[in-house]
């Protein structure tokens, strides 16, 4: 036994100590690290300096998810909001914070594989691509490339159509305007300007 993982991990060893179970995870690339393995006396219960280890008690699933550097979140009454992870409150009361999807109803999508394709995301194609989620990977979120159509929008309301071109290291329009100093920026692909947010 290694004193000082054990001095680090003095809450996990002492509620081991008291007849509980703990979990641990070794740190690595091999098999082993893809999962949670009960520590007993008979698995050698080594305490380990390239291991986590946490306690298996009704807030387990929260602490492998800080284990594996997911972010827990607690509601205090008001909203979920980041958690300090003192587990002094109920289970229900937590929870790990979900990804972020990827795409979302409104976003401009081009295809990442093949000729380039660009689309405005409608819940009806959101829909399709989330039942086949393999091809959320043919897609990403559509960014100006050189020779693109745009529409621009400026902070004073001036509309106009342009091709992006490359000069110096910056995109602009073909009038020179870098594409930064627009408010919003588009793909044109033939809609009405009444189409733009």
Request: glycine content about 8%; hydrophobic content about 35%.
């Amino acid at each position: 036994m290694n004193k000082e993982v054990i001095i680090e991990n003095k809450q996990c060893f002492d509620y081991w100590l008291d007849g509980g179970k703990v979990l641990f995870k070794v740190n690595g690339n091999d098999f082993r690290t893809r999962a949670w393995w009960t520590l007993s006396n008979g698995n050698g219960a080594r305490w380990e300096d390239d291991t986590t280890y946490i306690m298996d008690d009704k807030y387990a699933e929260f602490r492998k998810a800080v284990a594996d550097g997911k972010e827990v979140q607690d509601n205090t009454g008001l909203d979920w909001s980041k958690s300090l992870c003192r587990w002094d409150l109920p289970p229900c009361r937590y929870r790990i914070k979900p990804d972020e999807p990827k795409f979302k109803v409104g976003d401009w999508i081009s295809s990442t594989r093949g000729a380039r394709h660009i689309e405005l995301l409608t819940s009806k194609r959101l829909k399709e691509l989330l039942a086949h989620t393999v091809l959320l990977d043919f897609y990403a979120l559509w960014t100006p490339r050189i020779g693109d159509a745009i529409i621009c929008k400026s902070s004073c309301g001036r509309i106009e159509i342009a091709e992006v071109i490359h000069i110096d290291g910056m995109l602009m329009t073909h009038d020179y305007t870098p594409l930064v100093s627009f408010e919003t920026i588009i793909p044109y692909i033939g809609q009405l300007f009444g189409e733009m947010k």
